[in-house]
């Protein structure tokens, strides 16, 4: 590319006047970064890749993008209850642009810094556009959340709102039609996720297994129940008002929230006795959360209506995730 | 992709009779992996991404595709000293092939298996084909070897040979014609390198700034001296019999070693002192060391002949790297 590897690096990744944080002994510029996670504390690491096209559209705003790149693995640390603490990108550029990469790190480097998430290595390379982040977070021993602790009588729990994201990539592809109104804010949903991290912190010693929904409500709560051994019935009123939009007709909402994706919100159980508790933490983190059902013994995904009745139709769509 | 994503990481990338190592706590399969170093350790954390057609062939063998993914990022936690403790792998395919994934894998999980290093997660996705690993090691608190401990007077090591990769490189590209006899062990170390591991840990304590040679031994070099803010002069014979390849004419060596790239060997300086223990520690390591100069106050890279004259010509050349 034009510009260097190593000028690249110097011009839009280093920050000479930005403070590490405690944790982070050495960050960008040597063979490796090195982390010191406090006494007593583990250290949680995920890792995603986006690739142009297939997560996000080539004419994507950058500074959205960065953004995104890191707010979907931030939202894997608070599927497990951790602390952010840094993070590494590998980016393959097939050249390097100065406002692409300008609106790139501002997106990324504004929720690194709300995050104290800090960036401390990583690779540039040319090749067809892909972000690879691995972020680093800790957690106190034997605390972090896990997918394989529902119960029997958990409640079900839901973060904020699903459904819009899908609704506004549905609309982008031009399967759907929907009004501007209802647009705008579905496509916010889509661009700009916030990762739940402080929820997923309060929700240690509390919540009994979470996950973060990125591949859509009945598909990631089927890993969950699989990882857990355990089957749920989901209240299906409670599942059709998660989507925040107003156009979508009621008949087809059930279906559209269940099938989600991209909703990088947190799904957890916990026991039916740390109800209020689960309210006061939700309310402390600043998202609301919705109670959507019950884990059961019996394996297996199952709907009921209002009255409590199964509703059989939708059953068999989500048979193949379980 | 015809195999899903999930059926993919658990054919190919799940091991479910493989101990996990003692400091891995949660590997592969919940939203984050949890590692937790020794007391007194801090982690060593590098990133690697490695692009078709820019970082390899695309008729690579996939089994030494998969060596040398893992093996420039232990390369990294050799350059500082640290041990192999796990690793993520984020990985972009345009299709699910069996036979490439089969031999991939094997590749990996020999050399990972060889290093007591775990796969601990990552990604998979469809798209252009892209490696991206993430390596950790753990190293005892501020023994890390870094790029800036260099101080005059110390002597420049190099480990193993130079130059052959970058050979089988430029026969590869048809740039230079090579004879059969001598492009196969060029060929070996261009798609084989053997990372230095062990020598990275025996010079703890005892070298005083190294790095790993990835892009070639003036470059690589000139990194080092500007992070410890000197200057060297190195020996022309001792640099251009760095090169195993009989073949090339000694006129071209010198340039061919310094140019190099993709030798995955560890350039290190050391106090005139410890000669004896860095011979000691290459023996312990079962890897050869060559003395090829001498850290200066003075900045910039010099070159000089068995006479210890200045070699002019070359020096040039050079003078933009630092």
């Known amino acids: 590319m034009a510009l260097g590897e190593f ?23 040597d063979d490796c970064a090195l982390l010191q996670p406090a006494q007593g504390q583990q250290l949680a690491v995920s890792s995603d890749m986006l690739v142009e096209g297939r997560h996000f559209f080539s004419d994507v705003d950058p500074m959205a993008l960065g953004h995104k790149a890191l707010a979907v693995n931030l939202s894997d640390l608070a599927a497990c209850g951790a602390s952010p603490l840094a993070f590494t990108l590998a980016l393959a550029l097939p050249t390097a642009d100065a406002t692409w990469l300008g609106g790139f790190t501002k997106g ?5 810094d709300a995050h104290g998430c800090d960036l401390i290595g990583g690779d540039t390379t040319r090749g ?3 972000i690879c982040i691995t972020v680093f977070g800790q957690v106190p021993s034997n605390t ?11 409640e079900i729990w ?5 459904g819009d994201a899908r609704l506004a990539l549905q609309a982008r592809l031009g399967r759907i039609a929907v009004p501007d109104y209802a647009l705008e804010s579905a496509q916010q949903r889509l661009d700009w996720p916030t990762p739940r991290v402080a929820l997923g912190q309060a929700l240690r010693g509390l919540a009994s297994a979470a996950i973060d929904l990125s591949d859509g409500l009945a598909g990631d ?10 089957g749920a019935t ?13 156009w979508m007709p009621a008949s087809e909402r059930l279906d559209h929230v269940l099938s989600g994706g991209d909703d990088y919100e947190l ?47 939708q059953l068999s769509s989500f048979d193949h995730f379980l």
């Not at 000028?7 to 982070?24: E, K, M, N, T, W």
């Not at 959340?145 to 009588?153: C, E, H, I, M």
Request: aromatic share 4%; glycine share 12%; hydrophobic share 45%.
């Open 128 to 130: 067809p556009l892909n």
């Open 234 to 246: 989901l209240h299906a009123d409670a599942v059709s008002g998660l989507l925040a939009c107003p």
């Open 108 to 112: 990324l480097f504004a929720l690194a």
């Open 267 to 313: 799904l957890f159980t916990a026991a039916p006795q740390e109800h209020e508790r689960v309210l006061g933490a939700a309310r402390q983190s600043g998202v609301a959360v919705t109670r959507i059902g019950s884990i059961e013994d019996q394996a297996g995904l199952r709907l009921t209506d209002a009255q409590g009745q199964p509703i059989k139709a």
């Open 158 to 162: 839901v973060s904020g709102t699903l």
């Open 144 to 154: 972090a959340l896990l997918r394989s602790g529902a119960r029997a009588g958990d």
């Open 221 to 230: 709560l089927g890993h969950l129940l699989r990882a857990s051994g355990v």
């Open 7 to 29: 000028d690249l690096i110097a011009r839009y990744f280093q920050r000479p006047g930005h403070q590490l944080a405690q944790r982070v002994v050495l960050g960008i510029g």
